[in-house]
T-cell receptor
């Protein structure tokens, strides 16, 4: 099976702009989670989508939003970018049907730099 | 809210020395997972522990889950340069809280 793919891999934006990142999960996986990773801050959970519905949400401002399509592909959007949004954004997929025991399969990430 | 503390944040060892990272949760977990992220890479799943007191081994790696299911450890025997990376634990809440709570990771550097 092909792994989780994320596009684009690298992105440079300026403050105030918005950005959309895309994630295609492993075939058959219906859950997609998004994380922000910055040095020293570990993995910060943004949100999880399952069957086109947001199932869990982290503590990020409303500028961060996401959605999931019927084919399980997911996008996340960040509006009004700030310098502090510079980070590696990771997407992870899992089957989604047995939440209590599932593990996460991560994509390579999108590295966003905000100038 | 629920937290998972992971220590140490950094560890520098000579090749051949042992290494241990610890995770402690503020609440009881249903399970705990460990991931490894190589420099420039993405987290890769290593193992999941579910039972109280569980111990699992993968070659030189030994994973333990505490009796109270609130702490866990990863021990690497005789480190190699291929062990370099950041090791994360992630605890799954018990009861109705099924969120995966991540530790901040332990970055391991190995001197050849």
């Amino acid at each position: 099976k092909a792994g989780v793919t994320q596009t684009p891999r690298y992105l440079i934006k300026t403050r105030g702009q918005q950005v959309t990142l895309s994630c295609s999960p492993i075939s058959g996986h219906r859950s997609v989670s998004w994380y922000q990773q910055t040095p020293g801050q570990g993995l910060q959970f943004l949100f999880e989508y399952f069957s086109e519905t947001q199932r869990n949400k982290g503590n990020f401002p409303g500028r961060f939003s996401g959605r999931q399509f019927s084919n399980s592909r997911s996008e996340m959007n960040v509006s009004t970018l700030e310098l502090g949004d510079s980070a590696l954004y990771l997407c992870a997929s899992s089957p989604g049907t047995s939440v209590s025991r599932e593990t996460q399969y991560f994509g390579p990430g999108t590295r966003l730099l905000v100038l | 809210g629920q937290q998972v503390m992971q220590i140490p944040q950094y560890q520098h060892v000579q090749e051949g020395e042992d290494f241990t990272t610890y995770c402690n949760s503020s609440t009881t977990l249903s399970n705990i997972q460990w991931y490894k992220q190589r420099p420039g890479g993405h987290p890769v799943f290593l193992i999941q522990l579910v039972k109280s007191g569980e111990v699992k081994k993968q070659k030189r790696l030994t994973f333990q889950f505490g009796e109270a299911k609130k702490n866990s450890s990863l021990h690497i025997t005789a480190t190699q340069t291929t062990d370099v990376g950041t090791y994360f634990c992630a605890g799954r809440g018990a009861g109705n809280n099924r969120k995966l709570i991540w530790g901040l990771g332990t970055s391991l550097a190995v001197n050849p």
